[in-house]
């Protein structure tokens, strides 16, 4: 029987630059795009992390859909505002400068913005906030996606995923983030269900029919045939939150949205998805300090953590939290490398003659 392999993160993280790199990405932004992607993994989080090394990034390098060198060029900027065009290259690498421009903006002046137009996949969204809540800064960051989300009450696919991203600092070991979609699932959490034979929970995915179906394999097939759609969470809330995240992702650049964002064209091919990134940054320093902002909501999650439970709960945990402890544990172990994503990855080595030996081979 196959089972979890873990590789060391170093072995790991240079495998997926120099794959990024056999590709035509720069060192510089392969390694970008590595740190990002393993972050999902160091979070525990398996919808984003390296098993989508191949299916979202490499294979749209051969596709034509990704330009592994990315160019990004300065359409506005103010003293507080920033707005990039990525022209269709690496997400990661455009929202990691982007991020680094309204950082530096907040510091300046309170407040910073950036946003992207003509962009790719940004990877684990969390990413981005937690830049900020390292400098001791806010975070409210966003990005569109290509559509697979029903509005509520609809069947069919015309939001994205779209998950609207929080970060705070506080003055514990570890930042509050809230990361999470506003669908009730994400593309990715259906694609591990797959690999593993698992069904989709019921509920998460509406059919044409108006029926929920539960098939990982076939839901897959059918969000790309366009024949199903994932729903929002809490019907008309996460509705209302995907709606937010679509209009700020697209209306502040200018930028397509919902059905634009398919990476169809008119003749059934693939091309570009031309996605767009937000990013808001807040110096509670600005405001009645750093320290006091830090306390403060350091001691708003420790009350709730410490309130009492429900019967059968052993605890009560705040966002950020279990993805923290996930990295205490997966510090010293590596990252889990499922049997299916093991096949991959040797695949790529393979194809682009990287001089790699894993754990799993031995």
């Not at 003509?118 to 900020?132: F, K």
């Not at 045939?225 to 809330?237: H, I, V």
């Not at 964002?261 to 990013?279: A, M, Q, V």
Request: net charge negative; charged share 25%.
């Amino acid at each position: 029987m196959e089972e979890r392999v873990y590789v060391p993160w170093e072995l790991m993280a240079s495998f997926i630059r120099d794959a990024f790199m056999a590709y035509g990405a720069p060192r510089e932004d392969a390694e970008i795009c590595a740190d990002v992607i393993l972050e999902s993994d160091r979070r525990g989080i398996a919808s984003h992390g390296c098993n989508r090394l191949k299916p979202i990034y490499l294979d749209r390098f051969e596709n034509g859909t990704l330009l592994p060198k990315t160019e990004l060029t300065v359409l506005k900027e103010t003293k507080t505002t920033l707005v990039l065009d990525a022209h269709d290259g690496l997400g990661m690498v455009a929202s990691y400068r982007a991020m680094e421009r309204a950082i530096e903006k907040a510091k300046a002046c309170g407040m910073g913005g950036a946003a992207v137009k003509n962009s790719t996949h940004y990877g684990i969204a969390g990413y981005w906030a937690s830049m900020a809540a390292r400098e001791g800064l806010i975070a409210i960051c966003g990005t569109n996606a290509r559509p697979a989300v029903a509005p509520t009450g609809g069947v069919e696919n015309m939001l994205g995923t779209n998950a609207l991203t929080i970060a705070l600092p506080t003055d514990e070991d570890f930042p509050f983030v809230l990361d999470c979609a506003t669908s009730t699932v994400q593309r990715g959490n259906i694609e591990v269900w797959a690999r593993e034979g698992k069904p989709t929970p019921e509920g998460a995915v509406i059919g044409h029919d108006g029926k929920y179906l539960t098939d990982s394999a076939q839901i897959l097939r059918d969000l790309l045939a366009g024949k199903a759609a994932l729903t929002t969470f809490a019907g008309y809330k996460g509705y209302g939150y995907s709606m937010v995240v679509e209009i700020l992702s697209s209306a502040l650049v200018g930028g397509p949205f919902m059905r634009m964002l398919s990476g169809i064209d008119e003749d059934g091919g693939s091309k570009p998805y031309h996605l767009g990134h937000f990013f808001f940054v807040i110096d509670p320093e600005a405001f009645l300090g750093a320290e006091t902002f830090k306390k403060t909501a350091g001691e708003i999650c420790r009350q709730l953590r410490a309130s009492q439970r429900a019967p059968g709960v052993d605890r009560i945990y705040t966002a950020g939290e279990k993805e923290y402890i996930a990295w205490q544990e997966r510090r010293s172990t590596g990252v889990p490398v499922e049997p299916s994503v093991q096949r991959e990855l040797l695949e790529v080595r393979d194809k682009l003659r990287l001089d790699y030996v894993f754990p799993f081979e031995k």
